[in-house]
């Protein structure tokens, strides 16, 4: 179900900034929602530069060579993004990110805030330490994932869209899963029923499964 833009401002928290970027072939651009605003622009980057700029920042992020961390290319990344929004979510604490393309790849939390210099490691200002990040699938979620928010006291209605109040759920349900790692794992749960799946010590059948879900 879409939020209205009210509806999404009633969930967020006065120290909250929805970010939302689609980062396209030509032209690209960034949403900011709070509680008492929202803001619109165009970026600079598009999809494929940012791709680049990404890539080459991961691989001196994970490179054995003893190559160093490109904080230069750190705060250019975050200058194309969230900087454009500087002064939306300067005074925000919490951000809650949906974005699309090689930004999706990235931790926020690599973005440095302010030009490197020759600042150590550990003076570089690091996105992070201003903001908590949550990065979201979508803007719709916030239907499932209201256990991210503060208590509201309200319940908000709008057409097919119900926003409760966290910790409110209808029912409550608890399942188990049988995670697979490796090769051999997945051979040895192909040799099991399609019924049944082990985990670890004991067996939980799908018949198992849908009682606890029913209550």
């Avoid at 916030?142 to 209605?157: E, G, H, K, P, W």
């Avoid at 349900?173 to 090769?183: N, P, V």
């Amino acid at each position: 179900t879409q939020l209205s833009l009210n509806e999404t401002q009633y969930m967020l928290a006065e120290d909250e900034a929805l970010v939302l970027f689609n980062f396209c072939t030509e032209h690209s651009y960034g949403w900011v929602i709070t509680k008492k605003n929202y803001v619109w622009r165009q970026l600079d980057i598009n999809a494929d530069k940012l791709k680049e700029k990404v890539a080459d920042l991961r691989r001196s992020v994970t490179a054995n060579d003893g190559r160093p961390y490109k904080a230069k290319l750190a705060f250019e990344i975050f200058q194309e993004t969230f900087g454009k929004f500087a002064d939306v979510i300067g005074n925000t604490k919490r951000i809650l990110l949906v974005t699309n393309g090689a930004l999706t790849s990235l931790p926020p939390h690599l973005l440095i805030t302010q030009k490197p210099g020759i600042k150590t490691f550990k003076d570089l200002n690091w996105f992070v330490r201003t903001h908590t990040i949550t990065i979201w699938p979508s803007v719709e979620s916030i239907l499932v994932l209201q256990s991210t928010f503060q208590s509201r006291d309200a319940t908000c209605l709008s057409g097919q869209a119900q926003l409760r109040k966290p910790g409110t759920a209808p029912r409550e349900m608890i399942a188990f899963g049988d995670a697979i790692f490796t090769k051999q794992d997945r051979l040895k749960a192909g040799q099991r029923s399609d019924d049944t799946k082990r985990t670890n010590n004991f067996e939980v059948s799908r018949k198992d499964f849908s009682a606890v879900a029913r209550g």
